[in-house]
């Protein structure tokens, strides 16, 4: 019997993996740490500072051309403040009348050229072994935990010191030396994160559908495990970056004509009570640096933790009155 209504078929429709449906989602988790983010204030600020150092880093010595290096003995240690001497000598100058502005952008990049590889190696190499030993456990994890035992029961900065003592110290010597004592931190961290997740639903479920180790590693427990690494490598930046300043200001860590700020502040401290701004400026740079990493690591802990959170989507002026007003119940 006909119902007057013509039926058309109608193809089934399938949604595209990388569709604008998916490209909104991740914009709307890109603006959602923005958010958080910019609610702290401070973590804001240690932001944006560690993002004007990169730049710094990257594109300063392109800018500065040889201003770090052209040597002017008529402007030896001139005061900083000032720009009867021009503006890269905003600074002042070192002995040999080079601009400190100028040095320390070049100085920033030689830093950070030791720092980022330092982490990056110790990280990949530790947290592969770690979620490695903490899946299969057993023999795999004796082992593992054994070794990171045997490098952590020397102090990584003394070690460190003995090497670059034995071999020449260059930058590639103190990466790898850098890398090598810090890998029991990520190995340690991503082997307690993965032995417990290794008995979760999850991973039993993709289990027994016949999912390879390799593959339950890297797409069920790695993305579990990698905020808390992220967290751990932004302190560790912090730690590197101090043990080549350290290391330099020995006299075992970059070597001139290279220029670092530990180097700095290791060459102007004889000059300390007549040029301050010697070692003041590239000083300060390090403890700048370092203070902002903290506290975006700080920051990201919080982010990344479920129950905290919501502090980072509340603002400050409210979180602060609702702060008051529990303190006095």
Known sequence: MSTGIDLVPVKPTTAIVGEPGQDGAKKGIASKWFRMLVNDRVAAAAALVLGVVFLTATFGPMLVGDLATDIDLDNSNQAPFTLAHGWANFLGTDPL???????????????????????????????????????????RETVAMRVADVIMSFPSLLLAVVVLYVFSPSAANIVLVLAITRIPVYLRTARAESAELQ???????????????????????????????????????????????????????????????????????????????????????????????????????????????????VPQKRLSRFAKTTSRI
């Open 199 to 313: 008995s979760r639903l999850f991973v039993d479920a993709a289990r027994t559908f016949g999912a390879p180790a390799r593959s339950i590693i890297f797409r069920h427990v790695l993305p579990i495990v990698l905020p808390t690494l992220l967290t751990v490598a932004t302190l560790d930046f912090c730690y590197v970056m101090l043990a080549e300043s350290s290391l330099s200001f020995l006299g075992i860590g970059i070597q001139p004509p290279d220029v670092s700020w530990g180097l700095m502040v290791s060459q102007g401290r004889t000059y300390l009570h007549t040029a301050w701004w010697l070692s003041f400026f590239p000083g300060l740079a390090i403890v700048i640096t370092t203070v902002s990493a903290t506290i975006l690591a700080a920051w990201a802990r919080i982010a990344t933790d479920p129950g905290q959170r919501w502090r980072l989507t």
């Open 97 to 139: 009348g080079r601009s400190m502005l100028a040095r320390l952008i070049v100085a920033c990049q030689t830093t950070l050229s030791v720092a980022i590889p330092a982490v990056v190696i110790s990280a990949i190499v530790g947290s592969a072994i770690g979620m490695w030993a903490g899946y299969y456990r057993g023999w």
